[in-house]
Each structure stands twice: as C-alpha cells, then as structure tokens.
C-alpha cells in the first residue's frame, strides 16, 4: 500500500508531535538526512516501513529514542488510519547507557544470544555494543556505579559471536518500603544460619544495607532492638569493606568452600573431609540430586558414593591440586 499522503499528513499535522519540536519530527520524516524516513527504499510502501524505520533510527545519531517515540506515534497514527505495522520497537530506553547495559548484561547470559544479535535488537551500532562490553569488562576510564559501588563482570569472555559468563549477574533495583527492607534482612540472616548458603545470603544483605539511607538504617536498629528485640551482630556486619557491587560465586565462598557452586553448576569438586577415620580426600566429587537432607548431601566420587555433612567439609575446591 502507498502510504505517501498519510506521511504528508503526519508531518504536517502539530498535533502528533510529541515532547519534541516540530523541526525534529519533519527532518526524521521527511528530512533531506541520511536518516530520514523519505532516504529509504521505497519508503512509501508500507510493506517495506518496519525495515526503514529500523535503517532510519539506526543512521540517526542523536538521541535514538526521540527517533523512536516519533515512530511509535507514526505507527499509532497509520493503524488509525487502517494500517496495521508489526514493528518490534527496542525494549529499552537504547539511549540510557546504564540501561542498555544492565540489558546486554542479561541478554548474554543465554548461550542462544548472540552478540551480533544486539544491534539488530537494540538499533545501536556495532560499535557502540563493543564498547558497552568493554565496560561491562571494567576495562574503560569510567565503570559502572551503583550506589557507589563499582559494577563489573570478571572474566567475561567473547567467543565466536557468545559471551561466556564465569559466574551470571542479575542485577536486581528494586524499590520495597522500610518494612519490606526489614522482612528481607531477617530472611537472609535465616538463611546466614545454614553453613551452604551463608555467605551468599551476607553479601546479598551488605548490598541491600549499603543502598539504604541513614534513616532507615536507624530505623531498622531501633525496630530490632526496642520494638522486636533480637541480636544485633549480624546487623552490624553488614557495612562493605570494598567499593564493588557484584562477587562472582567464586568469590562468594572466601572460605574455599566451592560446593554450591559446582551442585548448581554440575561441575566436579574436590573435598577435604573431616570424616570418622580422620581427615581425608574425595575427589571428582558429583553431586547427588535430590539428596540433600539435614545438613548433609550424597556425591558419587572417586572412593565411591558417599555422604557428606557440611560442618565436617573442611576445604572444598575444583581440583585435587588446589587442596594441597
């Protein structure tokens, strides 16, 4: 279908101008630009809109997503028209840095994604998705900060158009009340008492304390020692003592205890065991599904299968090497 007169209309129409000027919406549209929606191929055929749309923000380089609210009401004005356009629109704010970043951060976590697959998804550049893994890295002049803290992936690697992820950050923002705040902290001060998953559950908590404001800092320490009395020390522990905000899951077990790490990961493990006969060694450990009960778990190893109790697990590591 020529859509040539409802492209005239549009442009001259101030009603369907947006936040921006009307300067801007005619030169997207009908500029003499590279961008411009008329510079396209056969622009007037609607059968061919959603790949110049795409070609037109992708060539503008100022704010893309001024681009695209203009054409997300284009697209509006043609369907009231009749004209039905099954464009697929980013599914972020491409022009906010820290947004398409948490986005790719993310995306790439499934083996699937490609990386070449952004710029399609994402109407950004090739280069411009090149340097947002470059940050991601922490490997430019200004890394990502959240609430203070740096934000970077270690070890991230590129392969044949996949990223590998050592260890998967999901970025959480979230924005619960106080008492929310509260009900969370006394969770994962729960969970602190379980030896497996102690540590994580303490890094997850002095994340959520170091984004808290004073106020509510003073007001948790009033609730849990006037209103509902408890035991302030694990409270007190909660302050960071280092200016990053994402610990890989090996880096979430200090202690050498890698175990939970290779369960969820069904990857092979290594055990210096405290056991009845004394201080000994499985290896190629295999975790058992399904066996965990009471403090203790079953693995197939190289001693044959066996069950093993946290509070006797002394080391823990990847390989037998690492535990001599």
């Known amino acids: 279908m020529n859509i040539s007169t409802y492209i005239d209309e549009y442009a001259r129409k101030k009603k369907y101008y947006l936040s921006c000027d009307a300067e ?7 500029g003499d630009g590279k961008y411009s929606f008329k510079s396209q191929p056969d622009y007037t055929n609607s059968e061919n809109l959603a ?7 992708k060539s503008y380089t100022r704010d893309k997503d001024i681009a695209i609210s203009i054409y997300k009401d284009f697209c509006a004005f043609l369907k009231s028209k ?62 990502i900060q959240i609430c203070g803290k740096v934000f970077k992936i270690d070890n991230l690697e590129r392969g044949k158009d996949v990223v590998h992820f050592p260890s998967t950050a999901h970025p959480l923002f979230l924005t619960p009340n106080l008492t929310q705040v509260l009900v969370t902290l006394k969770g994962l001060k729960t969970m602190g008492e379980n030896p497996l998953y102690a540590e994580y559950a303490h890094l997850v908590a002095m994340d959520i304390w170091e ?27 909660l302050r960071k003592q280092d200016d990053e905000s994402f610990y890989s899951e090996y880096r979430c077990s200090p202690n050498g205890n890698i175990f939970l790490d290779c369960i969820k990961n069904e990857k092979t493990f290594c055990v210096e065991y405290d056991g009845e006969d004394g201080i000994c060694l499985y290896s190629n450990c295999v975790f058992i599904p399904r066996s965990m009960a009471d403090g203790s778990f079953e693995v197939n190893s190289n001693q044959g299968k066996v069950r ?4 006797k697990i002394l080391r823990s590591a990847y390989t037998a090497e690492e535990l001599i």
């Not at 801007?24 to 009908?30: A, E, G, M, P, Q």
């Not at 790949?51 to 923000?57: A, G, L």
């Open 24 to 30: 801007t919406v005619h030169n997207l549209i009908k």
């Open 308 to 311: 093993l109790h946290f509070d």
């Open 51 to 57: 790949y110049n749309i795409e070609y037109s923000v």
């Open 211 to 237: 984004q808290l404001s004073d106020y509510a800092k003073t007001r948790i320490h009033f609730v849990l020692s006037e209103l509902l009395p408890e035991d302030l020390a694990w409270y007190e522990k």
């Open 82 to 143: 009749g004209i039905e356009i099954n464009v697929s629109f980013p599914p972020i704010a491409v022009s906010n840095s820290f947004e398409r970043l948490m986005f790719i951060s993310k995306y790439l976590q499934d083996p699937r994604h490609k990386v070449s697959d952004l710029q399609d998804l994402l109407w950004v550049s090739e280069r411009t998705i090149q340097n947002d893994l470059i940050k991601l890295r922490g490997r430019d002049n200004d890394p």
